[in-house]
């Protein structure tokens, strides 16, 4: 037994603290004390999950039964180098975001909705360390529906007639999606009569060869549900109306982490519930292959044919997500530290476009990319911010988008598949056909005569989208500063 | 006469006699090094002892450049003098930098390594051929960067334009100096995106279209060597520029496979037929200056990756089996004939002046790329070709970069390119006309100037791979004579169209005084003059020292480049062939008009390309829609009109929106549907396993 330290209170306490600053913020009246204390608090829960993570890094997991009970029924929290780093990033990137929102939210959102707003938040953040957390299904399931449903609202607290309409498409598909998870969970429950993933896992390795169907159904039932809720690409129907109709910060949060907790979900109950000898025996690896083939090309094609930036921002959230896919769909250390790796990227990437693009339509009005003609010269700063993040999205290397790319293609290569590639390389062009006309259109505009001239960006806007540019170019310069946490995250999967 | 201190003019004067000064005890130093010992020079022996031992030399030599970009931007308000005087003293630094390592790059490679970046580390290396290309590249930008304060008075953007001009020029001496693939890549990326921005300087509808047709083929080239390098990565197990032929060897097809990946990415940046498509429109389109330093090194870069990827994955040591490398060599000498026939071809039709050397750039470029194929066929007795083509890019580099300065002074006395419209200016601008004259007559070959020498290094490498290895060579060899006789022709041609005949009226009265442009062009054609008199000096210090190092046989080496008797009787009687061939051709062009024949346009080769792409298409979108809005394919007619790309792009455009459109609208059509059918189903199938259990 190891002894017990005080630091493997804090993912209690983390959670605890989210949820006391969504029901503190409706009794605040006041909106700069809700702001400021989101901010402190966000802060402070930062430093925690660092502090955590280095205390998993050093020590080893630590598991945290939630009141004492015993495993088999009770809530079991997981703190291990994965859940760690994970709700670290979640954490890190959401506090940035939330410097931004602090002046970004006046700008497009009604000032009535603003607590609201940032109780949902926290609600959400909450929600999404629980799911990384939580080491039993059914808790993780209660997380998922929490998440769904404050995502929701989020969608719809601009209280436009298109955020409606986005966020009832979304509560639509989610519910269908949580129920098919429900499902699954019910299945597997039937079989091995516990709800605590580590415990299952043991029992479904002598329970598999009796009940092969069974697996398969829950198994079946369960990525379907994560399918739709990640967005991968038959599923992704809800995903451009959400995103691209939600205020500048939601979106960026939407497209960076919150899909990718789904997918993290997936590859953690492969990897922690069903274990890979189940999965190979599927052929799972084959379906994620062609789905995440599929939907590299086919999320690129249809960004291609776009008219409004954020909503070509969200296709090419689309494609991404098939990248990530076929990172995980290879099942080696390589593949998943290659894959996290983009999950760390895309979201820095794909969170500056977003918040450029939304700046440039809530400051500036600019909606379409026929519109982006000829800005560069009257934003030439949020263009070049959003030309770094175009680039980060081709892959120029420098950019944490090619070191992705990189790693991705070499671990593609330890498999021999090297087949793979050649979607990387197809979703890459298209993917720069798409991103460079909207920045030769808003620089190099023909025979334009107009001068430069530098526009005021708020501080707070201006050092989270510095520090994302920062992150950028240093993950992909310095890879080596993150990697050890990759590496150690993946070996904590594969391991157990 | 009063002389102006603050005046460009005679500033640049200074500098250039300094440059004259540092250039000549260089060439002293290499020719008698005991003249240098003693007390005086020990000091610049220590500082380049210590400059080649730390790590501070690769950030001098490409930060130097960077900064002096971002300097001249901080000095805006300053004098025009000034801001290009910052130019021109920076790259004197790294000229006399670079002038000052050569005993301590001739003792071995200077390899500089910093592990933490990219998590596969960046490195840096100035071997011997890497020495070559970055004093060449610095001593070119001197001269250009001279010839631009003229030039660049008359244009907009200057700021930006000289920002992007030096980081190009250090990222392309970081691509000369890179030690491993990864870094390579690395810059050739960043290089793409810099030299971009100097393509559609001008914002014409011509320039944007260049550029971006440069874009996109810079990152098709960048993609395949993306892909070439993760091909490496697992059988070498790292990306570093050593000896890793063994392993690549061993590989089987594979290293075909990468091989031909590095021929695209890299020929597509050297201009090589069918990958050039960009080059005779981004080169014309860019500023002299810039299309002078594009011609002269950029386009290098493709060479210099050639050679360098060709010496370290491809070279065997010792030579073992060279089956594999004579195949690939012999594909790369016939592609390269058919780039230098076809650029000579093409530049003979020309009548726009710029056009006309951008042809003849690709044309030039096969002549290199030829010696490389040369030496991968000869295998240990490849020397003399690698030689040729390392010695014929050099050569390239001054002339060509000349003829651009040329036109550009062309360009900015009469504001007319098309060279119809021109004639008899030897008399209104005799020194430029002479400068022209040197240049051509360099790049024709004949005796007495450098393109002579390179060419016939060539054509003894070429003519002895067909006495060593198969006879199928002497066709070869034939075909290298004829474009030669082709490169006499246009430039015949382009002299007698733009210098003699009559002058036209229009151009009566100009007038143009710009004394500082000249002080670089004359330098640059006395250099030509001067390494064509001692036809051997550039190999016997730089380039047969690199070949030493290498496994290639030392006394081939020498007997392919060295022994050659440069002003025998055979050589001399092989121009008087050429010649009298060329002018041949171009009198009888003259007679029949050959130059004024018109293609039609189904020919060109982006319409071949993307016709059948966008019938594609057309056809995908017939089949999952039948009604959607008329859209016509692309015919050559409206290829003549210049839309044909715009109709590929709406092609693919308008079927993945239908598509798109189409599967949306299903599921929001039956929204309530899907939900019913998808949940009764999984009731059905509990319910089944429920009774099943």
Same mark, same amino acid.
């Given at each position: 037994?190891?002894?017990?330290?005080?630091?493997?209170?804090?993912?209690?306490?983390?959670?605890?603290?989210?949820?006391?600053?969504?029901?503190?913020?409706?009794?605040?009246?006041?909106?700069?004390?809700?702001?400021?204390?989101?901010?402190?608090?966000?802060?402070?829960?930062?430093?925690?999950?660092?502090?955590?993570?280095?205390?998993?890094?050093?020590?080893?997991?630590?598991?945290?039964?939630?009141? *004492?009970?015993?495993?088999?029924?009770?809530?079991?929290?997981?703190?291990?180098?994965?859940?760690?780093?994970?709700?670290?990033?979640?954490?890190?990137?959401?506090?940035?975001?939330?410097?931004?929102?602090?002046?970004?939210?006046?700008?497009?959102?009604?000032?009535?909705?603003?607590?609201?707003?940032?109780?949902?938040?926290?609600?959400?953040?909450?929600?999404?360390?629980?799911?990384?957390?939580?080491?039993?299904?059914?808790?993780?399931?209660?997380?998922?529906?929490?998440?769904?449903?404050?995502?929701?609202?989020?969608?719809?607290?601009?209280?436009?007639?298109?955020?409606?309409?986005?966020?009832?498409?979304?509560?639509?598909?989610?519910?269908?999606?949580?129920?098919?998870?429900?499902?699954?969970?019910?299945?597997?429950?039937?079989?091995?009569?516990?709800?605590?993933?580590?415990?299952?896992?043991?029992?479904?390795?002598?329970?598999? /060869?009796?009940?092969?169907?069974?697996?398969?159904?829950?198994?079946?039932?369960?990525?379907? *549900?994560?399918?739709?809720?990640?967005?991968?690409?038959?599923?992704?129907?809800?995903? /451009?109306?959400?995103?691209?109709?939600?205020?500048?910060?939601?979106?960026?949060?939407?497209?960076?982490?919150?899909?990718?907790?789904?997918?993290?979900?997936?590859?953690?109950?492969?990897?922690?519930?069903?274990?890979?000898?189940?999965?190979?025996?599927?052929?799972?690896?084959?379906?994620?292959?062609?789905?995440?083939?599929?939907?590299?090309?086919?999320?690129?094609?249809?960004?291609?044919?776009?008219?409004?930036?954020?909503?070509?921002?969200?296709?090419?959230?689309?494609?991404?997500?098939?990248?990530?896919?076929?990172?995980?769909?290879?099942?080696?250390?390589?593949?998943?530290?290659?894959?996290?790796?983009?999950?760390?990227?895309?979201?820095?990437?794909?969170?500056?476009?977003?918040?450029?693009?939304?700046?440039?339509?809530?400051?500036?009005?600019?909606?379409?990319?026929?519109?982006?003609?000829?800005?560069?010269?009257?934003? /030439?700063?949020?263009?070049?911010?959003?030309?770094?993040?175009?680039? *980060?999205?081709?892959?120029?290397?420098?950019?944490?988008?090619?070191?992705?790319?990189?790693?991705?293609?070499?671990?593609?290569?330890?498999?021999?598949?090297?087949?793979?590639?050649?979607?990387?390389?197809?979703?890459?062009?298209?993917?720069?056909?798409?991103?460079?006309?909207?920045?030769?259109?808003?620089?190099?505009?023909?025979?334009?005569?107009?001068?430069?001239?530098?526009?005021?960006?708020?501080?707070?806007?201006?050092?989270?989208?510095?520090?994302?540019?920062?992150?950028?170019?240093?993950?992909?310069?310095?890879?080596?500063?993150?990697?050890?946490?990759?590496?150690?995250?993946?070996?904590?999967?594969?391991?157990? | 006469?009063?002389?102006?201190?603050?005046?460009?003019?005679?500033?640049?004067?200074?500098?250039?006699?300094?440059?004259?000064?540092?250039?000549?005890?260089?060439?002293?130093?290499?020719?008698?090094?005991?003249?240098?010992? $003693?007390?005086?020079?020990?000091?610049?022996?220590?500082?380049?002892?210590?400059?080649?031992?730390?790590?501070?030399?690769?950030?001098?030599?490409? $930060?130097?450049?960077?900064?002096?970009?971002?300097?001249?931007?901080?000095?805006?308000?300053?004098?025009?003098?000034?801001?290009?005087?910052?130019?021109?003293?920076?790259?004197?630094?790294?000229?006399?930098?670079?002038?000052?390592?050569?005993?301590?790059?001739?003792?071995?490679?200077?390899?500089?390594?910093?592990?933490?970046?990219?998590?596969? %580390?960046?490195?840096?290396?100035?071997?011997?051929?890497?020495?070559?290309?970055?004093?060449?590249?610095?001593?070119?930008?001197?001269?250009?960067?001279?010839?631009?304060?003229?030039?660049?008075?008359?244009?907009?953007?200057?700021?930006?334009?000289?920002?992007?001009?030096?980081?190009?020029?250090?990222?392309?001496?970081?691509?000369?100096?890179?030690?491993?693939?990864?870094?390579?890549?690395?810059?050739?990326?960043?290089?793409?995106?810099?030299?971009?921005?100097?393509?559609?300087?001008?914002?014409?509808?011509?320039?944007?279209?260049?550029?971006?047709?440069?874009?996109?083929?810079?990152?098709? %080239?960048?993609?395949?060597?993306?892909?070439?390098?993760?091909?490496?990565?697992?059988?070498?197990?790292?990306?570093?520029?050593?000896?890793?032929?063994?392993?690549?060897?061993?590989?089987?097809?594979?290293? !075909?496979?990468?091989?031909?990946?590095?021929?695209?990415?890299?020929?597509?940046?050297?201009?090589?037929?069918?990958?050039?498509?960009?080059?005779?429109?981004?080169?014309?389109?860019?500023?002299?200056?810039?299309?002078?330093?594009?011609?002269?090194?950029?386009?290098?870069? $493709?060479?210099?990756?050639?050679?360098?990827?060709?010496?370290?994955? !491809?070279?065997?040591?010792?030579?073992?089996?060279?089956?594999?490398?004579?195949?690939?060599?012999?594909?790369?000498?016939?592609?390269?004939?058919?780039?230098?026939?076809?650029?000579?071809?093409?530049?003979?039709?020309?009548?726009?002046?710029?056009?006309?050397?951008?042809?003849?750039?690709?044309?030039?470029?096969?002549?290199?790329?030829?010696?490389?194929?040369?030496?991968?066929?000869?295998?240990?007795?490849?020397?003399?070709?690698?030689?040729?083509?390392?010695?014929?890019?050099?050569?390239?580099?001054?002339?060509?970069?000349?003829?651009?300065?040329?036109?550009?002074?062309?360009?900015?006395?009469?504001?007319?390119?098309?060279?119809?419209?021109?004639?008899?200016?030897?008399?209104?601008?005799?020194?430029?006309?002479?400068?022209?004259?040197?240049?051509?007559?360099?790049?024709?070959?004949?005796?007495?100037?450098? $393109?002579?020498?390179?060419?016939?290094?060539?054509?003894?490498?070429?003519?002895?791979?067909?006495?060593?290895?198969?006879?199928?060579?002497?066709?070869?060899?034939?075909?290298?004579?004829?474009?030669?006789?082709?490169?006499?022709?246009?430039?015949?041609?382009?002299?007698?169209?733009?210098?003699?005949?009559?002058?036209?009226?229009?151009?009566?009265?100009?007038?143009?005084?710009?004394?500082?442009?000249?002080?670089?062009?004359?330098?640059?054609?006395?250099?030509?003059?001067?390494?064509?008199?001692?036809?051997?000096?550039?190999?016997?210090?730089?380039?047969?020292?690199?070949?030493?190092?290498?496994?290639?046989?030392?006394?081939?080496?020498?007997?392919?480049?060295?022994?050659?008797?440069?002003?025998?009787?055979?050589?001399?009687?092989?121009?008087?062939?050429?010649?009298?061939?060329?002018?041949?051709? !171009?009198?009888?062009?003259?007679?029949?008009?050959?130059?004024?024949?018109?293609?039609?346009?189904?020919?060109?080769?982006?319409?071949?390309?993307?016709?059948?792409?966008?019938?594609?298409?057309?056809?995908?979108?017939?089949?999952?829609?039948?009604?959607?809005?008329?859209?016509?394919?692309?015919?050559?007619?409206?290829?003549?009109?210049?839309?044909?790309?715009?109709?590929?792009?709406?092609?693919?455009?308008?079927?993945?929106?239908?598509?798109?459109?189409?599967?949306?609208?299903?599921?929001?059509?039956?929204?309530?549907?899907?939900?019913?059918?998808?949940?009764?189903?999984?009731?059905?199938?509990?319910?089944?396993?429920?009774?099943?259990?």
């Amino acid at each position: 037994m190891i002894p017990f330290s005080w630091l493997e209170l804090f993912p209690v306490l983390q959670m605890s603290l989210l949820v006391l600053m969504a029901l503190a913020g409706p009794l605040i009246p006041s909106k700069g004390v809700v702001k400021g204390m989101h901010l402190v608090g966000l802060t402070l829960l930062t430093i925690s999950a660092f502090i955590v993570l280095n205390y998993t890094h050093t020590s080893g997991p630590f598991a945290f039964q939630m009141g *004492g009970y015993e495993r088999n029924i009770g809530i079991e929290l997981l703190i291990d180098s994965f859940s760690a780093f994970f709700a670290f990033f979640v954490l890190f990137f959401v506090t940035l975001i939330h410097l931004f929102s602090m002046t970004s939210l006046n700008l497009d959102t009604p000032a009535s909705q603003h607590t609201a707003y940032y109780s949902l938040l926290s609600l959400m953040y909450f929600s999404m360390i629980g799911i990384l957390y939580s080491n039993d299904l059914f808790n993780m399931y209660v997380f998922i529906e929490i998440l769904s449903l404050s995502a929701c609202g989020i969608i719809s607290v601009s209280r436009k007639k298109q955020n409606y309409m986005a966020a009832f498409r979304y509560l639509m598909m989610n519910t269908l999606a949580s129920i098919s998870v429900m499902f699954g969970i019910a299945l597997i429950y039937m079989l091995t009569g516990s709800l605590n993933v580590s415990i299952m896992a043991e029992r479904l390795v002598e329970l598999y /060869p009796m009940y092969p169907v069974n697996v398969s159904l829950s198994l079946g039932f369960i990525g379907v *549900g994560l399918a739709i809720k990640s967005a991968i690409f038959p599923f992704h129907v809800w995903l /451009p109306d959400a995103h691209s109709s939600a205020n500048t910060s939601a979106s960026a949060i939407l497209s960076g982490v919150i899909i990718k907790i789904y997918l993290l979900t997936l590859i953690k109950l492969l990897y922690r519930l069903f274990t890979l000898d189940v999965v190979i025996d599927l052929r799972i690896p084959v379906v994620m292959v062609v789905l995440a083939g599929v939907a590299m090309l086919m999320g690129s094609a249809f960004a291609l044919g776009q008219k409004e930036i954020k909503r070509m921002l969200a296709y090419s959230t689309v494609s991404q997500v098939g990248y990530i896919l076929l990172g995980f769909s290879i099942f080696t250390w390589g593949g998943l530290v290659a894959a996290f790796f983009y999950i760390v990227s895309h979201a820095f990437v794909k969170g500056l476009l977003f918040l450029t693009a939304g700046m440039a339509k809530s400051i500036h009005g600019i909606k379409s990319i026929k519109a982006t003609e000829g800005i560069g010269y009257k934003i /030439p700063l949020t263009m070049m911010l959003f030309t770094v993040g175009a680039m *980060g999205m081709v892959g120029i290397p420098g950019t944490s988008g090619f070191m992705a790319k990189l790693q991705l293609s070499l671990a593609f290569m330890e498999v021999s598949r090297g087949y793979l590639r050649s979607f990387l390389i197809i979703s890459g062009v298209i993917n720069a056909l798409y991103f460079f006309p909207i920045i030769m259109n808003s620089f190099f505009q023909e025979d334009n005569k107009e001068v430069f001239k530098l526009e005021k960006i708020p501080f707070a806007m201006g050092f989270t989208l510095l520090m994302f540019v920062g992150i950028i170019f240093a993950l992909g310069l310095f890879p080596g500063l993150l990697l050890p946490y990759l590496e150690a995250a993946a070996m904590s999967l594969m391991g157990s | 006469m009063k002389l102006n201190f603050r005046s460009f003019t005679l500033q640049s004067f200074f500098l250039s006699l300094l440059s004259l000064f540092m250039m000549g005890s260089f060439v002293a130093f290499l020719i008698n090094p005991s003249l240098f010992d $003693g007390p005086f020079f020990d000091g610049f022996r220590a500082t380049a002892d210590f400059l080649s031992a730390s790590r501070f030399l690769p950030f001098i030599i490409l $930060g130097m450049p960077t900064l002096s970009g971002f300097l001249r931007l901080i000095f805006n308000q300053s004098s025009l003098t000034l801001k290009d005087e910052i130019l021109l003293i920076t790259d004197i630094l790294i000229i006399a930098i670079i002038m000052m390592i050569y005993p301590n790059v001739l003792a071995g490679p200077l390899r500089f390594e910093f592990n933490s970046v990219f998590n596969f %580390g960046f490195s840096l290396q100035i071997n011997m051929l890497s020495y070559i290309f970055i004093l060449l590249a610095a001593i070119l930008w001197f001269f250009v960067m001279m010839y631009a304060h003229e030039y660049m008075k008359k244009e907009n953007h200057t700021r930006r334009f000289y920002v992007f001009l030096s980081l190009s020029y250090a990222s392309t001496m970081g691509i000369f100096m890179a030690g491993d693939l990864l870094t390579l890549f690395f810059l050739y990326e960043l290089m793409t995106l810099f030299t971009y921005i100097l393509v559609l300087h001008n914002q014409t509808k011509n320039a944007i279209e260049a550029g971006t047709e440069y874009l996109f083929l810079g990152i098709l %080239g960048g993609f395949s060597i993306f892909i070439a390098l993760t091909l490496i990565y697992p059988i070498t197990g790292s990306f570093a520029f050593v000896g890793a032929h063994d392993l690549l060897a061993s590989e089987g097809p594979a290293k !075909y496979f990468i091989a031909l990946l590095l021929f695209m990415g890299f020929g597509m940046k050297a201009g090589m037929v069918p990958l050039h498509v960009w080059l005779p429109k981004a080169h014309p389109v860019a500023p002299a200056p810039a299309s002078s330093l594009l011609s002269g090194i950029m386009i290098k870069v $493709g060479v210099f990756g050639l050679i360098q990827s060709f010496i370290y994955f !491809y070279l065997p040591d010792p030579f073992t089996s060279r089956q594999g490398l004579q195949l690939l060599g012999s594909i790369l000498i016939w592609l390269s004939l058919i780039t230098m026939l076809f650029g000579a071809f093409f530049a003979f039709m020309q009548v726009d002046f710029k056009r006309l050397l951008a042809y003849s750039s690709i044309s030039q470029i096969g002549f290199v790329v030829l010696g490389i194929g040369v030496a991968m066929v000869q295998g240990e007795k490849g020397g003399p070709g690698l030689a040729g083509a390392i010695m014929h890019g050099f050569n390239h580099a001054l002339f060509k970069s000349l003829l651009f300065m040329v036109v550009g002074m062309v360009y900015i006395k009469t504001h007319e390119i098309d060279m119809r419209k021109l004639g008899g200016l030897r008399k209104k601008m005799p020194i430029t006309f002479v400068v022209s004259l040197i240049a051509s007559l360099s790049i024709m070959g004949m005796p007495l100037f450098n $393109g002579f020498v390179s060419k016939t290094v060539l054509h003894h490498a070429i003519a002895d791979a067909a006495k060593y290895q198969s006879s199928a060579y002497l066709w070869a060899e034939g075909l290298f004579i004829l474009a030669s006789v082709g490169t006499v022709a246009y430039f015949i041609k382009m002299n007698k169209m733009v210098f003699f005949g009559d002058l036209p009226p229009a151009l009566e009265g100009i007038t143009f005084k710009a004394r500082s442009v000249y002080a670089p062009m004359i330098l640059m054609a006395l250099s030509l003059f001067l390494l064509g008199v001692f036809p051997r000096f550039l190999s016997e210090t730089m380039i047969v020292p690199y070949l030493q190092t290498l496994s290639f046989d030392p006394e081939f080496t020498v007997y392919g480049t060295l022994n050659i008797a440069f002003f025998g009787a055979s050589e001399l009687w092989l121009i008087l062939g050429i010649w009298a061939g060329g002018i041949g051709v !171009y009198v009888l062009s003259m007679k029949y008009k050959w130059d004024q024949v018109k293609f039609p346009p189904w020919l060109h080769l982006e319409y071949l390309i993307l016709f059948p792409l966008s019938a594609l298409m057309h056809g995908l979108l017939n089949l999952i829609d039948k009604d959607h809005d008329v859209m016509d394919l692309p015919t050559y007619q409206s290829y003549q009109v210049r839309n044909y790309k715009r109709t590929f792009k709406d092609h693919l455009v308008a079927f993945t929106d239908t598509l798109n459109r189409k599967y949306e609208s299903l599921f929001i059509k039956s929204d309530a549907l899907i939900y019913a059918i998808g949940l009764t189903l999984m009731v059905i199938v509990l319910s089944i396993f429920a009774i099943l259990n």
